[in-house]
């Protein structure tokens, strides 16, 4: 089942991003706001994920202009680096189609960006709105019939509708083209500079309160792209036609994260006045700017920054002096497990009030990327029948700078974080990876009669992967990972209107370098930050069988019907899944193969134009989305764990974050031939919580939304547009998982500590107006 959306679809859809669009109008989409960020969505198909989060099974491939886009270090998709104004197609296709590479369990996305062929023209859009939002676009396309360009810059800002989640888009696309008689050539350059705040799910009993609140803060990411890529073809003869392109793309991802923390004295005791250490390199939080809090990454001397923050033992050879009562550990700060910690100058830390209760969880990574794809299209005849025959070849390469540390700090009253300049020694990462995947694939469709048509599909990756710890020896090791996947499938046209269709196909993903550098159960990582170890993972393979019908009806005059009805089964053996090992939003875990998952459902599409004004678009989804072995959970803030944290999960369970049933429909009417108003509607079922992986627990509640738009065009050149989302004030959440406060939260709030649940918040009414001017 494959879905196009054109630039014009987007357009109308006034989407503020690609994920947008997909959950509200694309079957078999759905997004869990994990971050509570409209560039951080968690998107999932048929449920497979494609995500900017680590820690999180990437089951789709995404491609811009036939290049990988999904990240080498996680997999992970960042939304907020793709331009939604300078998308000229976007392909959903379904299944697992080896064509496609790594990654492509669920599905592909593939985005064809503009050109100035394909968009010759000068547009200027801006729009503003509820939270402080506004965004301003300029793109211009031009051609002469042999050269030509298109350009698109964005802007976007906003204060969020939670508390202290501003923040800042920047995009810009340029592409400049050549149009020859056979052969075409298309140079892409496109940077991004982006300052985020997601500042994620919420524990329960505090949305109660305040629903704009937030638990702890900031969560910024800082992401700043640059891609060059060249595409071109040339047809060598009329049947028989040779594409390609070649790519570079650099992409620094850093983090900066105020939490919760679970520290204390090692003997239970609180800090006392006869420690004498202080912390040094005191930066104030107050008011300070979020690139400069992005910024102290780098600030932070390693031989410096705690010498002033170890304790004075008061003895020789670093003993510890005991105090009036014996007691040899309340002065020095141990995890909640009992173990001392110390900073990176390997000393004790003294147990102070400016290092309890909160950590500042820093990350940086800085991605390289290059490669090339080459393939050969021939259409010729076999034996006087129609063959369409596609061969190719691809190589990818990566090196990964990745760098964590977290620094301990006091909250403050609002549950910010003062940092106290004392970094962990135990949470410090310095880790290089080096990638690089060789591809071969073909792709066949052989018409075996006029009505019926065969494809064979197949492709083998060899990938290596090589991490280099920074920081020590533990995180070394080298990983090689190869696979044929094949694929074929039948189309049969009953009627010129009425097509069946049947496939199998199959895909794999390898364990990603940071998946790789987080898999010891004995020695738990925290996400994004610390890596510890390099034990082997399988890589995860996905079977996928399709079969079904769609077809047209056009016997009312002005009247066009298209639908779509099937049946798809995916089966995931070696699953890789992250096991929480607490922390306080459970983000402290390892990955582990857990085996067999399963993935089955029917979908129904219909897309309807009624006399060229009245448009339809309805699709429903029933997803049966299941574990398919027994195993225990790694989920120590789940209610039913025992004392090791453990849940055991039954055969059958239902996956986490993914509804069984979606429905969405679509209605807009043209009042008049300029004006028109459309209104669309999300049916989003039930879900268990992220840790919940034993369906023991009340589910999050279904929920269903209602959207308006509408746009009046002047003229050709100008336009007025506007849209309210959730009509009705619904309050609703979409995403759910288990955490520990550690006591973040206070009495003084009239919240009990005591309920685990965290939940990602859909945000309340809201809308925005807009103008457009096209030249």
Request: net charge negative; with cysteine; aromatic share 10%.
């Amino acid at each position: 089942h494959v879905q196009v959306i054109s630039a014009e679809d987007l357009e109308k859809a006034q989407s503020l991003t690609l994920p947008e669009y997909m959950n509200r109008y694309l079957g078999s989409v759905n997004i869990n706001d994990a971050q509570n960020n409209p560039y951080q969505p968690d998107v999932q198909y048929r449920g497979f994920t494609a995500s900017p989060l680590l820690g999180l099974p990437q089951g789709l491939a995404v491609y811009m202009n036939g290049i990988r886009f999904n990240e080498p270090f996680g997999d992970s998709v960042n939304w907020d680096l793709i331009p939604a104004g300078a998308i000229d197609t976007m392909t959903l296709q379904s299944g697992s189609n080896p064509a496609f590479g790594l990654n492509s369990l669920g599905g592909a996305l593939a985005l064809q960006t503009k050109t100035g062929f394909s968009a010759p023209k000068h547009q200027l859009e801006v729009k503003g709105g509820s939270w402080g939002r506004h965004s301003e676009e300029l793109s211009s396309g031009w051609n002469n019939g042999t050269v030509g360009y298109f350009i698109d810059a964005n802007y976007f800002k906003e204060d969020g509708w939670r508390d202290f989640s501003n923040s800042e888009v920047q995009q810009a696309l340029g592409t400049f083209s050549w149009r020859g008689d056979r052969s075409d050539l298309d140079l892409t350059l496109a940077t991004a500079d982006n300052n985020l705040r997601g500042n994620g799910a919420l524990p329960l009993e505090l949305l109660k309160v305040d629903r704009s609140a937030v638990f702890t803060h900031p969560d910024i990411k800082h992401n700043r792209m640059f891609l060059a890529s060249l595409n071109g073809s040339t047809d060598f003869t009329d049947d028989i036609k040779l594409s390609g392109n070649m790519y570079y793309r650099r992409n620094r991802m850093r983090t900066y994260n105020g939490d919760g923390s679970e520290f204390g004295g090692c003997g239970g005791g609180d800090k006392d006045e006869k420690v004498r250490g202080k912390a040094a390199h005191k930066f104030p939080r107050t008011g300070e700017d979020e690139q400069d809090e992005l910024d102290r990454l780098n600030e932070v001397d390693d031989d410096s920054a705690n010498d002033d923050g170890a304790v004075d033992t008061g003895g020789e050879d670093g003993d510890i002096n005991t105090d009036e009562e014996g007691d040899t550990n309340s002065h020095v700060l141990c995890d909640q497990e009992g173990t001392q910690l110390t900073d990176t100058n390997k000393q004790p830390i003294a147990n102070a009030d400016n290092v309890l209760g909160g950590t500042i969880n820093t990350s940086e990574s800085v991605q390289r990327s290059f490669g090339f794809a080459l393939q050969t299209a021939f259409s010729q005849q076999i034996f006087k029948h129609d063959n369409n025959l596609v061969v190719g070849w691809t190589y990818d390469n990566s090196s990964v700078h990745y760098s964590a540390d977290s620094e301990l700090g006091a909250l403050t009253a609002n549950r910010g974080v003062n940092g106290a300049g004392i970094l962990l020694d135990d949470s410090r990462v310095r880790l290089n990876t080096a990638t690089e995947t060789y591809g071969a694939f073909f792709t066949d469709t052989f018409s075996l009669t006029e009505q019926l048509h065969l494809t064979v599909a197949g492709r083998y990756n060899h990938s290596n992967i090589k991490l280099m710890d920074q920081y020590g020896d533990a995180l070394n090791g080298q990983h090689r990972f190869e696979r044929f996947n094949p694929s074929a499938g039948l189309t049969y046209a009953i009627l010129p209107s009425l097509t069946a269709y049947g496939n199998y196909s199959q895909s794999t993903r390898m364990p990603t370098p940071m998946e790789l550098s987080c898999a010891d159960p004995n020695a738990p990582c925290k996400l994004p930050n610390a890596f510890v170890s390099d034990p082997p993972l399988n890589q995860v393979v996905a079977e996928t069988w399709e079969a079904g019908f769609r077809g047209k009806l056009s016997a009312i005059p002005e009247t066009t019907l298209d639908w779509n009805a099937g049946y798809f089964q995916t089966n995931s053996n070696d699953d890789i899944i992250f096991q929480s090992a607490g922390g306080v939003i459970g983000n402290r875990g390892f990955f582990q193969n857990i085996g067999k998952t399963k993935r089955q459902g029917l979908e129904l599409g219909l897309n309807a134009t009624v006399f060229k004004r009245l448009h339809l678009d309805a699709n429903y989804t029933y997803l049966d989305a299941t574990v398919g072995v027994d195993y225990l959970s790694q989920s120590p803030s789940h209610p039913n764990a025992d004392a090791l944290g453990n849940v055991p999960v039954k055969s059958g369970s239902r996956l986490p974050g993914i509804p069984e049933h979606l429905i969405k429909l679509a209605v807009n009417y043209d009042i008049i031939p300029d004006w028109s108003l459309g209104v669309n509607m999300i049916y989003n079922g039930d879900q268990f919580l992220r840790g919940d992986q034993a369906n023991l627990t009340e589910p999050l509640a279904s929920y269903m939304l209602f959207n308006l738009k509408t746009e009046y065009r002047f003229n050709e050149h100008f336009s007025l547009f506007g849209k309210l989302d959730n009509i009705f004030n619904k309050r609703y959440q979409n995403f759910g998982t288990y955490g520990n406060t550690g006591g973040v939260l206070n009495d003084a709030l009239g919240i009990n500590d005591v309920d685990t649940r965290f939940v990602g918040v859909g945000a309340p009414r809201a809308g925005w107006v807009g103008i457009r001017i096209t030249l």
